[in-house]
């Protein structure tokens, strides 16, 4: 990992979306990655490519505190080091035989992932409550206009949407891509949950809309 103390915090998934024993695709601004979580719940990051034969590792699969690759079953544990080679049983793996791993943070229902080594922990998010996560095929700048609210240096933005006041986690992710995470307020019903699920599919229209035009605009 870098000792670049300019890093920052990427929130990659809900912590509802990585069940224990399984692994998923994500992506930070420094490129794709493989979070997975552990079978006693530990979550790690891992760079996306098996040094074998560079095949992704959001393709394989977790068993007990190992993520395997799904090519040739090589095993890494959290620190990266590889743990097994299933062709050769009796060999213990050199420590040269490694995959790059990312500082994550779990916290609020959202984990997060540094790119190079930040100097403060992940934003709290206290008294919000995750609801689901979806990708917009617009920029920041876009759905900020098009919600008619500002997010702070967090990426957070308080949106109202056909009268829903929701919260939104953004993180840029390739250009005219958005990751967001949809927050509620803690004291929230299954109605409220429906409704904001309803307003942001409404914004994410909007913001696509949006975007659209300004690249058809130039």
């Known amino acids: 990992m870098s000792a670049d103390t ?4 990427t929130p990659v998934a809900l912590s509802a979306d990585l069940p224990s024993g399984t692994v998923i695709p994500a992506r930070t601004r420094a490129g794709s990655i493989a979070l997975w ?4 719940g530990r979550v790690a990051a891992s760079a996306d490519r098996c040094p074998h034969r560079g095949m992704r590792l959001s393709y394989g699969f977790v068993r007990g505190e ?15 080091n590889c743990l097994r080679i299933p062709a050769h049983p009796g060999l213990t793996p050199p420590d040269t035989i490694r995959v790059a791993t990312h500082l994550v943070e779990e916290a609020d229902g959202v984990i ?3 790119v190079g080594e930040p100097v403060r922990s992940p934003p709290k998010l206290q008294g919000l409550v995750a609801l689901r996560s979806l990708t917009m095929h617009a920029d920041v700048a876009t759905i900020e206009a098009a919600s008619g609210a500002k997010s702070d ?13 929701m919260w939104l986690l953004l993180s840029e992710q390739e250009q005219g891509h958005t990751l967001v995470h949809v927050l509620l307020d803690g004291e929230n019903t299954l109605g409220d949950r429906i ?14 809309d949006l975007q659209a035009r300004r ?3 130039g």
């Open 215 to 217: 690249s058809r605009d």
């Open 195 to 208: 409704s904001a699920s309803r307003a942001v599919e409404s914004l994410r229209r909007c913001a696509e």
């Open 112 to 114: 997060w992932v540094a």
């Open 6 to 9: 300019t890093g920052f915090w």
């Open 66 to 80: 190992a993520l395997s690759c799904i090519y040739h079953g090589w095993s890494y544990t959290q620190t990266g």
């Open 37 to 40: 979580r552990s079978d006693s």
């Open 153 to 165: 240096e967090t990426g957070l933005l308080k949106a109202t949407q056909q009268s829903e006041k």
